[in-house]
């Protein structure tokens, strides 16, 4: 079935750019989302991406799609300690149903 | 604020008893979507609702069950509980079923401990 798989955990300098990965299996894939999950709060959307595109930038934000290898990322450039949150990963399948696929979510720890 | 409401934001219970969690969409949005929250499962997907109608289902278990009013609020109710269904219950809610970009508004949760 269709899966979405992220790494766990990722540590970071302030300042630093953060590079979060994803991966997904379903090729009908038709629009990937980044969503930030605080501490005590829901899921809030980032940004998102249609798969017609390779990149998109959105101030400190920067997502690139290579849709041949199914995989996505999500840059954060001058990271700081207020970005430590888990970033899911998401995608909506072109059939089937429409609810979104969520990854199993990536902590980022922001060092100061 | 997602303008999302979900209540109540905690609930601690008993294996075998049943709950019932409420959720208020966004004004204007006709989709609810339930998600289960858990440290081992992550974020997984349990049901769809369209203007009151079941759209979609992912991996809901029998002992659960939901609706959508006509006044397009939800309530996700869980039966014979048990201790795994400890989770932070997510309602989402958007615009339409289908077209658009998919964007989920996402409540903050309904925190469920079973003891």
């Known amino acids: 079935g269709e899966d979405v798989e992220q790494s766990l955990f990722l540590s970071v300098r302030e300042g630093d750019s953060s590079v979060i990965n994803c991966t997904y299996t379903?090729?009908?894939?038709?629009?990937l989302y980044w969503y930030k999950q605080e501490p005590g709060a829901g899921l809030q959307l980032l940004t998102y991406?249609?798969?017609?595109?390779d990149m998109k930038q959105d101030q400190r934000l920067t997502v690139l799609l290579n849709k041949k290898d199914k995989h996505l990322s999500l840059r954060i450039a001058d990271t700081q300690t207020g970005d430590s949150a888990i970033y899911f990963c998401a995608d909506l399948m072109d059939t089937g149903r429409r609810a979104l696929t969520f990854g199993s979510g990536t902590r980022l720890q922001v060092q100061p | 604020d997602s303008g999302v409401t979900q209540t109540p934001k905690h609930l601690i219970t008993a294996t075998g008893q049943r709950v019932t969690l409420r959720c208020s969409p966004r004004?204007?949005?006709?989709?609810v979507y339930w998600y289960q929250q858990s440290l081992d499962q992550g974020l997984q997907f349990l049901i769809q609702?369209?203007?009151?109608?079941?759209?979609a289902k992912g991996n809901i278990l029998e002992r659960f069950s939901a609706q959508q009013f006509p006044d397009l609020h939800s309530e996700l109710n869980l039966s014979s509980l048990e201790l795994g269904d400890s989770a932070l219950y997510f309602c989402?809610?958007?615009?339409?079923?289908?077209?658009?970009?998919?964007?989920?508004?996402f409540g903050e949760g309904s925190r469920l401990t079973v003891l």
């Open positions: 991406i249609f798969s017609n595109m």
């Open positions: 379903d090729s009908s894939s038709t629009y």
């Open positions: 609702y369209y203007n009151g109608e079941e759209r």
């Open positions: 989402a809610s958007s615009v339409g079923t289908s077209g658009n970009t998919g964007e989920l508004f």
């Open positions: 004004s204007g949005d006709l989709s």
